[in-house]
């Protein structure tokens, strides 16, 4: 059984936009997400977790686009989205608790401006990147070649 099918992906993104739908909605009903420690540090760790769950966006936009095409786009976009989808989980975790929250360690309106824009140039890499492969395979197989 490949555990990356189409169907596979399609279903792991839909319970990770529903994961982050929860979050969202338990801590805006019950206020459950905030934390502090014995040495003052508090945080979210909801938002952390939402941040961290919100690639499953554009896999989920992605591999519905891919969903009736040919497996080999599919394919042709996995071998990208395997090993860029973790790093974009990576990535994104390292800007949303750089510096205690404030995000790169500056507590400012130009803070939270730069951090949008760098999930902005992050998240737009992963997806060109994407629409990039899946639409150079798509040529390529509808063109008659392997």
Known sequence: ??????????VLSVVGLFVIFLLGYFQQQFDFCYYSNENGHSGDFCETGVM???????????????YKMR????????????????????LTYLL????GGGGMGVGSAMSSSFDALLYF???????????????SKYRQLKHGGK
């Open 96 to 99: 949303s608790t750089a510096g």
């Open 71 to 90: 497996d080999e786009v599919f394919e042709h976009w996995m071998k990208f989205a395997v090993w860029g989808t973790p790093m974009l989980i990576i």
């Open 1 to 10: 059984m490949n555990v990356m099918s189409k169907k596979n992906v399609l």
């Open 121 to 135: 140039l992050l998240y737009g890499t992963f997806c060109g990147i994407s629409i990039w492969r899946i639409v």
């Open 52 to 66: 961290m769950l919100l690639p499953f966006l554009p896999i989920l936009l992605l591999s519905l686009i891919t």
